[in-house]
């Protein structure tokens, strides 16, 4: 195999990130241009590599940068460390704990996670009380939770 | 195909290191010791492979990489693999707001959930303390006479997400 040849999931990624900024810039929905540049990207991948012995690995290390590019988005959508940096980053002089909260604080936080998973269905809102709507996100926080006992030992970071 | 199965192959041995270690004691600065692991696993597979393993994995039946890049395509599918098992850890390490709230909901039962005693639940001592608390560990703040500040680390960690944000279009997020 060559060098060139052996950086096929790389440049796969790159037609990924390319296609899927130019989709979202365009106005596609979020999640909708991280799908459709993964598919974009993996184009090459199958094409270059065929029906290869290769293709196997092409195709398993494409998918998971595409995981990761997807996680690298979802990052900056939703983490509460990368959104504290930037208030950090934004207040040149530095903020206290009470001035970092202020701007940030749980309030917010649970809001929009509330609106979020409203939106798309996976609580529903009735008489002044939530429900499970569809169960995606209960399926993966359950399968989340079992990752955690079976690597760390426990269910969540303030258990002891 | 030599490739994939000394790439993931390399990765699973990586794995099951750090599952043994982690029975041992969960090292305080996770991600740097995981990271370790992973890595020195993937250059004493290779290594082992320059050095001529690859004659050894051959007489066992195994196909063994021979040109630089073959070796290249095998480092991509570990470094794939770690990187993938990395940010879904980091995922474990910390609790996701959103998966907490659908646990609570669905624990809950029937009757479902008030908004208020979610917001008890979700206090800032829970959801916000801890994840600025690991901006200090990370080296991405230091705190300065009660105040919080960047490091330069944390300065390129910001400008990086935040530009990528810009270029989608994209606002302030959290």
């Keep these: 195999m060559t060098v060139s040849r052996a950086l096929l999931p790389v440049w796969g990624l790159i037609a990924n990130v390319v296609l899927q900024v130019a989709a979202a810039r365009a106005g596609m929905p979020l999640l909708r241009s991280v799908f459709a540049g993964f598919a974009a990207g993996s184009v090459p991948v199958i094409w270059v590599s065929g029906l290869s012995p290769a293709l196997p690995g092409d195709m398993l290390a494409y998918g998971c940068f595409g995981y990761c590019y997807f996680h690298f988005l979802n990052l900056g959508e939703t983490a509460r460390r990368i959104r504290l940096v930037r208030e950090l980053f934004l207040s040149r002089g530095g903020l206290s704990e009470e001035g970092l909260l202020a701007r940030y604080g749980s309030a917010e936080i649970l809001s929009a996670r509330i609106k979020r998973l409203t939106d798309n269905g996976q609580l529903v809102f009735r008489g002044g009380r939530y429900f499970i709507g569809r169960p995606a996100v209960l399926v993966m926080a359950r399968i989340m939770t079992a990752m955690k006992l079976a690597v760390i030992g426990r269910k969540s970071e303030f258990d002891a | ?174």
């Design chain 2, 1 to 174: 195909m030599s490739t994939l199965v000394w790439g993931a192959g390399s990765f699973l041995a990586a794995f099951l290191l750090h599952m043994a270690v982690w029975r041992v004691r969960v090292p305080e600065r996770q991600t740097k010791v995981l990271l370790l692991i992973m890595f020195a696993v993937l250059a004493a597979a290779l290594a082992f492979l320059k050095a001529g393993g690859g004659r050894f994995a051959a007489e066992l039946g195994l196909p063994a990489p021979e040109t630089a890049g073959d070796f290249l395509h095998l480092a991509l599918i570990n470094i794939s693999l770690v990187l993938s098992y990395m940010i879904t850890y980091s995922a474990m390490e910390a609790d996701s707001p959103s998966l907490v709230i659908v646990m609570a909901v669905a624990g809950a039962g029937p009757d479902g959930m008030e908004e208020d005693a979610l917001r008890r639940y979700f206090n800032d001592d829970r959801m916000v303390k801890p994840r600025i608390r690991d901006l200090l560990l990370d080296k991405l703040a230091r705190k300065d006479g009660g105040l919080y500040r960047l490091t330069a680390k944390g300065r390129l960690f910001a400008a990086l997400f935040m530009s990528y944000r810009f270029l989608l279009g994209r606002g302030k997020g959290g």
